[in-house]
């Protein structure tokens, strides 16, 4: 029941008391966003005036964003790399930041193969949760009675490792989870999980999302909303109930948990949890030895509302087939968030995915902006500060953070669709440079060169190279993986490479990817092995000749790298003359090179 509010919310009417306050605190924030963007950058400016990076720019002391902008240069990585390997390696003197960098953040992005290393505070635990604390208050304004049921939320940590000095380096949502914010979080009736914290926590991801999966399905009646991180590990846990059903039937109709389950806090919790439900057991082998799948999500959770999940940039492409599993249930993307910062929220989160806008909260962190041009690729050398971006131009994201990145270049490049009051709402359009993505993977093109390059070498005894070669994100299979088509050209026909060798250069590939993607495929499991399909020659001439029949320059053409165009994948399906995938997994382990 929606309670009327001392102050009135434009947003509208708040659920309860507590999310007056929150709905209140955002109409605050975005109605003086110039004036809390000049705030935070003078309370960063102030408290690191003292850092080694600042004093090079001999600031004097000023906090004021005129000097600021004139003396501090806009940077990437690359720029910041060394200060970053030196902390990581125990140096505690201030160089990026007066307080103490508490961990690392590892970014899904990647420095010479290698995830990048974040810097962050303590504090930053506050910033995020109060960014979480907003969601529900806002999803409440969309979906009524959510306090009557809970959340299936599949939720993994992942593998973490210790720098040279000490410090923690992990994925920011393993350091959320692990956090006291999270584990002893205060109940609140809106957001209550099927998953338990022993089950989220384990670190081995088969026992957790069989665990995870068990207890949804035991309160499948209670389930209002379904959820992951991204579009890919929902449909993850898809195909998991489609492989394992007949082992996740035996437990719930005899009461016992399974004995690859060996976690001794998630068997302790699923001794209370576990009891014998016949009429359970007989419904779920009754719907999962069905063929047809389509919407097995209400058919087992029927009384699900939404489907919590990113499906903004590469994830778009999954939006077919959680529909089809679904039944067309919404698709509510909820925040915008990355390893280097949290910046924002989705006002309307029961939009449809195309129209999906982030509002970027002030308070965050100091953000400003370099024009993009989506013609030509290039980026305007001016910055512009939030509150004075325009409505429908792109730009590529610039922070300045508490933790003590300054002017630092996020990669995302997003498109302007309106303003809530005074602050700016946004459309994820991309991240820079990247060519293939199915799950927290992003491989670039040189990446992706440097693989091919590799795996030609174990061409050459057969006298055969690669000519030409393109590549695409096949989401049709869960889970997801690489294809790459290659065109080859052997001089010798009675010796070309073997089947064998051809797996091997699948492999090849995959060890020349870097460490995100090799994670991916050793300890998550969230891609498959690649494959490169051999296609006839002449297939990319003909490429070229349907590019020009569409009005491209025949001087300026190139090969794309990547494709995804329906009539252009035809084609190449179509000249296909053998298929070949890797048969291990490459070599990948925790800790950095």
Request: with cysteine.
């Amino acid at each position: 029941m929606a309670v009327d509010s001392p102050i009135s919310c434009p947003l509208g009417p708040p659920a309860c008391d507590k999310d007056a306050k929150a709905l209140q605190f955002i109409e605050e924030m975005t109605r003086n966003a110039d004036a809390v963007q000049e705030r935070v950058l003078a309370e960063i400016l102030t408290r690191n005036a003292n850092t080694e990076y600042l004093k090079r720019f001999e600031l004097g002391g000023a906090s004021d964003r005129q000097t600021f902008k004139s003396k501090v240069p806009v940077i990437s990585y690359e720029d910041v790399k060394s200060e970053i390997q030196r902390i990581a390696n125990g140096d505690c003197s201030p160089i990026l930041s007066a307080h103490p960098i508490s961990e690392f953040l590892t970014s899904s992005g990647t420095s010479a193969g290698e995830r990048k290393l974040m810097p962050t505070i303590k504090e930053e635990l506050d910033r995020r949760q109060l960014l979480y604390s907003l969601l529900m208050p806002v999803m409440n304004l969309y979906v009524p009675g959510l306090d009557k049921g809970k959340g299936l939320y599949f939720l993994f940590v992942k593998a973490e490792t210790r720098t040279p000095g000490g410090l923690m380096a992990r994925p920011v949502l393993t350091s959320y989870y692990k956090s006291d914010h999270f584990k002893t979080r205060p109940f609140d009736p809106y957001n209550v999980y099927t998953s338990p914290n022993e089950a989220i926590l384990c670190p081995d991801s088969f026992q957790s999302m069989y665990t995870q999966m068990l207890c949804g399905l035991i309160e499948r009646k209670h389930v209002l909303r379904l959820g992951a991180v991204f579009a890919s590990g929902l449909l993850r846990a898809i195909r998991f109930l489609q492989l394992h059903w007949p082992e996740l039937v035996r437990d719930i109709r005899s009461g016992t948990l399974s004995s690859q389950i060996t976690d001794p806090a998630i068997r302790e919790y699923m001794e209370k949890v576990v009891k014998p439900d016949p009429e359970l057991a007989e419904f779920m082998t009754e719907e999962c030895s069905k063929e047809n799948w389509e919407g097995m999500i209400t058919r087992i959770w029927p009384n699900t509302k939404y489907l919590d999940v990113i499906v903004t940039g590469a994830m778009a492409q999954y939006i077919p087939t959680l529909n089809y599993y679904s039944g067309g249930l919404p698709l509510a993307c909820t925040m915008y968030a990355s390893s280097e910062c949290y910046f924002g929220l989705n006002l309307n989160p029961m939009c449809k995915p195309s129209e999906v806008s982030y509002t970027i909260m002030p308070n965050m962190a100091y953000f400003e902006f370099l024009l993009h041009d989506p013609n030509s690729g290039s980026v305007s050398s001016k910055l512009v500060d939030l509150v004075d971006v325009e409505v429908g131009k792109e730009y590529e994201l610039v922070i300045t953070t508490y933790a003590g990145l300054y002017r630092y270049r996020v990669g995302d490049i997003l498109r302007v669709t309106g303003f809530h009051n005074s602050a700016p709402q946004f459309h994820f359009v991309r991240r820079k440079n990247v060519l293939l993505s199915i799950d927290s993977d992003k491989t670039d093109e040189s990446e992706l060169q440097n693989g091919i390059e590799n795996a030609s070498k174990l061409l050459a005894d057969f006298n055969t190279s690669v000519v030409e070669y393109t590549s695409y994100a096949d989401t049709r299979t869960i889970p997801g993986h690489y294809v790459i088509y290659w065109e080859l050209l052997s001089k010798e026909s009675a010796n070309a490479p073997s089947e064998e060798v051809l797996n091997r250069c699948c492999l090849e590939m995959e060890e020349s990817l870097n460490s995100v993607y090799r994670q991916c495929r050793v300890a998550d499991h969230s891609i498959g092995p690649l494959e490169i399909r051999v296609v006839k020659n002449g297939t990319f001439e003909e490429l070229m000749d349907y590019a020009i029949s569409r009005g491209a320059s025949i001087n300026q053409y190139k090969v794309p790298r990547c494709v995804n165009f329906t009539p252009i994948m035809e084609l190449l399906d179509s000249r296909v003359v053998s298929v070949h995938f890797s048969q291990e997994f490459p070599h990948w382990t925790p800790e950095r090179s």
